[in-house]
């Protein structure tokens, strides 16, 4: 099963990751702890898109495409943006990090997703969650 949402208003499309998880559970009853990952995952991905990739500029756009063969789900976004160096976002939990804002949505991807890569060129941040777990 595959898909895409497009967020065209910013955050003001936020219901739209309510409407897609939704419409995962229809075929595929998640655990709590796998809806709990797919929301954080998608949250941060789209809220750092919006946010730090679009500058939260009007009329910029973010693209979801998803693919679900369960249990494996993989999650493409990308935007209108600079880009970033991916591998670049510090840990935040060095200690002398610990108060500083950024790198947290990065730090959280790479935590709950089983690969997460960032194609510069294409702005395009591939992540792939199991939710069997």
Not at 26 to 55: Q, Y
Not at 65 to 88: A, M, R, S
Request: with cysteine; net charge negative; aromatic share 10%.
């Amino acid at each position: 099963m595959t898909g895409q949402i497009v967020f065209e208003h910013g955050l003001k499309d936020w219901p739209l990751l309510d409407q897609f998880i939704q419409s995962v559970e229809e075929t595929h009853p998640l655990s709590d702890k796998a809806k709990f990952a797919l929301r954080l995952v998608l949250s941060e991905a789209i809220a750092n898109a919006i946010k730090h990739g679009n500058r939260n500029e009007e009329g910029k756009k973010v693209w979801l495409n998803w693919t679900l063969n369960y249990p494996d789900v993989e999650l493409n976004i990308q935007d209108e943006g600079k880009g970033f160096e991916f591998n670049e976002v510090s840990d935040p939990t060095q200690i002398d990090l610990l108060q500083r804002e950024g790198g947290r949505g990065v730090f959280l991807l790479k935590k709950y997703c089983v690969a997460v890569e960032y194609e510069h060129d294409s702005k395009n941040l591939r992540c792939h969650l199991k939710l069997d777990v």
